[in-house]
C-alpha cells in the first residue's frame, strides 16, 4: 500500500547527470527528504556535488555519489524494490547510453523520468523499448532553469497514466506552487511523448517572448538612447502592472540591466570589475541553436511547418538567434514623445508575448488531435503559473477560464484575445514601422504584425500564387463563395484552368 508521505514511497532516487540542472534537483531531493544517488558520466561532477553536500546545513537526505554506474543502478535497493530514475542529461544519444547501461539492472515497475530536453519522438522510442521489459519511460519537461530546478520548477509528465499515478504526490511536492492559490505547477499532460511537446513549445514561446524583449531593450537603448539603469525601470513598472504584469522574463529583464561590475564580481571570476554593466561583458552571440545542446526551438518551427501551424514570430525569433553575430547599430531618430513611444513600445511587446501564446498553444492543440494525447490546455496555462520561465499572470488569467470551459483549437477565437490583439495593433504597428525606418532589429515583433494581418485577412495574396501554382503545375484551385468549397475542407479543389496549352 503506497504512503500518503511521497518522500516514504522514494526513499531514495537516482539522478543521472550533475550538470547545472542535475545538481540543483538532487540538492532539491535531499532537502524533501530522500536519500539521493549520483551518476554523472563525468566524475568531477559527481565530487562537485558530493563536496557541497558534506557542507551543506539544511540536507535531510543523504546524496551519494557513484563513479561506476552498475554501483549506482544497485544502490538503489535489492531484487524487487521498485526503483526510481531521473534523467537530467544532454538530449539524444546519451541518454541513449545510459538506457543502453542500466538496462540489464532494470526491472518490472521500476520508473525512469526523463527531464532532459528531448525530442517527443525519441521519448515514445524508449517508451516502447522499456514497455517490453515492463519498465515505465516517462518524458517530462521541467522548466525554469537551474534556479528553479532547487526551488521547484513546473513539470510537464507525460506517459503511462498508472506510473504517473505513483509518482506524482512526490512530484507534487517538488514541484513549483501558484503563488494565488497554491497548487502545484505538475499534471500528467497525457500519454505517450505529450510531455516532452508541451515543453518543446513551451521552449518554442519563451524564444518568441525573449526575442521581443531583447528587440525592444535594443530600440530603447540604441534607437532611443536611454540609459541601462532607465530601461530598467521601464521593464519594472511593465512588471508591476497591466498586461505585462508578473511576467518572468520581463522581471528578470529589469533585474539584470542594473547589475554591476564589482572589485569582488560574482565570487567566481566573473563580473569584476569598478561601476561598469555586467550586461556590457556578454556577446551578442546565441551558440545554443548550433553546438547542439538546444533543439527545442528548432523542433518546434519544425512540428509547426509539418502540422501545418503559423508560428511566425517563433520562427523570427530562432532565426534571429541563427544569425546573431552582426553588432552594428544605426541611431533612432526620435522626433517623438519618449514617453509615447515607449506605451507603444510595451503593448507591441505584449502583442507579440500573446501572439506567441497563441502560435504555441495552437501548435499543441494541432498535436493532440493528431496523435490523439488529449492535452487540456488550460492544465498547460496552470502549470506555467510558477517555476516557469514563461509565466506571464495576466495572459495566464486570461487564457485559462475559457480554455477550462471550451476545447479551443484557434486562440484567436477567444473574444478577450481577438479583442486584445485588435485594441494593441495600432501600437505593434506604429512601433514596426519606426523601427523599420531607423533600421532597428525588430524580427519578432514585425513577425508579430505580419502575423495578424494575414491571420485575419479577408483576401490574402496567396490567391495570385495559387493561380500560378494552378499555371504551371495544374494543381487545380477551390473557387469563392461556392458551398463546400468555401471556406470547405482544407483539400486541393476541383477546378483548373488551361492557362497556357502544353
Not at 43 to 57: M, Y
Not at 69 to 91: A, N, P
Not at 149 to 154: D, I, K, N
Not at 200 to 228: D, F, P, Q, R, T
Request: proline fraction near 4%; glycine fraction near 12%.
Amino acid at each position: 500500500m503506497p504512503s500518503s508521505d511521497p518522500v516514504e514511497n522514494f526513499k531514495r532516487i537516482g539522478v543521472v547527470g550533475a550538470g547545472s540542472m542535475g545538481s540543483m534537483m538532487t540538492f532539491a531531493f535531499s532537502e524533501m527528504g530522500l536519500d539521493v544517488s549520483l551518476w554523472d558520466v563525468d566524475k568531477k561532477n559527481v565530487d562537485k556535488v558530493t563536496n557541497w553536500a558534506r557542507s551543506a546545513q539544511d540536507v535531510k537526505g543523504k546524496i551519494e555519489g557513484f563513479y561506476q554506474i552498475e554501483e549506482f543502478t544497485k544502490s538503489l535497493g535489492k531484487s524487487g524494490v521498485r526503483k526510481l530514475f531521473i534523467f537530467s542529461i544532454t538530449h539524444g544519444g546519451p541518454a541513449d547510453s545510459v538506457l543502453k547501461l542500466i538496462k540489464p539492472d532494470l526491472e518490472r515497475g521500476d520508473i525512469i523520468l526523463d527531464g532532459g530536453n528531448e525530442n517527443y519522438r525519441r521519448t515514445e522510442r524508449r517508451q516502447r523499448e522499456c514497455e517490453s521489459i515492463g519498465v515505465h519511460w516517462i518524458g517530462m519537461g521541467v522548466s525554469g532553469g537551474y534556479q528553479s530546478a532547487r526551488r521547484g520548477p513546473s513539470l510537464s509528465p507525460g506517459g503511462d497514466a498508472e506510473a504517473l499515478k505513483l509518482v506524482m504526490p512526490f512530484l507534487e511536492r517538488y514541484a513549483a506552487k501558484d503563488p494565488e492559490t497554491g497548487t502545484p505547477c505538475v499534471t500528467r499532460i497525457g500519454p505517450g511523448g505529450s510531455g516532452h511537446f508541451v515543453k518543446m513549445v513551451h521552449n518554442g514561446i519563451e524564444g518568441g517572448m525573449m526575442s521581443a524583449l531583447a528587440e525592444a531593450w535594443s530600440y530603447m537603448h540604441c534607437g532611443l538612447g536611454m540609459g541601462y539603469d532607465q530601461i530598467g525601470d521601464v521593464f519594472a513598472a511593465w512588471g508591476n502592472s497591466g498586461e505585462l504584469r508578473g511576467n518572468f522574463l520581463i522581471n528578470i529583464g529589469a533585474d539584470l540591466l542594473r547589475k554591476k561590475k564589482t572589485p569582488q564580481g560574482d565570487g567566481k571570476g566573473e563580473g569584476v570589475g569598478d561601476g561598469g554593466y555586467v550586461l556590457d561583458d556578454v556577446l551578442d552571440k546565441v551558440v545554443q541553436d548550433d553546438d547542439g545542446t538546444e533543439g527545442t526551438p528548432f523542433w518546434s518551427l519544425m512540428e509547426s511547418a509539418a502540422r501545418h501551424v503559423s508560428c511566425p514570430t517563433l520562427a523570427a525569433a530562432h532565426y534571429l538567434r541563427i544569425a546573431s553575430g552582426n553588432r552594428q547599430e544605426r541611431p533612432l531618430q526620435n522626433t517623438g514623445d519618449t514617453k509615447v513611444i515607449l506605451e507603444k513600445l510595451r503593448r507591441a511587446v505584449y502583442s507579440a508575448f500573446l501572439s506567441s501564446f497563441c502560435q504555441g498553444l495552437e501548435l499543441i492543440a494541432r498535436a493532440s488531435e493528431d496523435e490523439g494525447w488529449n492535452i487540456n490546455l488550460a492544465d498547460c496555462i496552470r502549470i506555467w503559473r510558477a517555476g516557469c520561465i514563461i509565466k506571464s499572470d495576466y495572459i495566464a488569467d486570461m487564457l485559462q477560464p475559457p480554455l477550462s470551459k471550451h476545447k479551443v483549437t484557434n486562440m484567436k477565437f477567444i473574444d478577450s484575445v481577438s479583442r486584445e490583439l485588435h485594441n494593441n495593433f495600432d501600437a505593434l504597428k506604429d512601433i514596426v514601422i519606426q523601427g523599420t525606418q531607423s533600421d532597428q532589429y525588430l524580427p519578432a515583433i514585425s513577425a508579430t504584425l505580419d502575423y495578424l494581418k494575414y491571420e485575419g485577412g479577408l483576401t490574402l495574396p496567396t490567391k495570385f500564387m495559387e493561380a500560378q501554382m494552378d499555371y504551371f503545375g495544374a494543381h487545380s484551385y477551390n473557387k469563392p463563395g461556392i458551398e463546400g468549397e468555401d471556406p470547405g475542407p482544407v483539400r486541393k479543389g476541383p477546378h483548373h484552368y488551361e492557362w497556357k496549352v502544353a
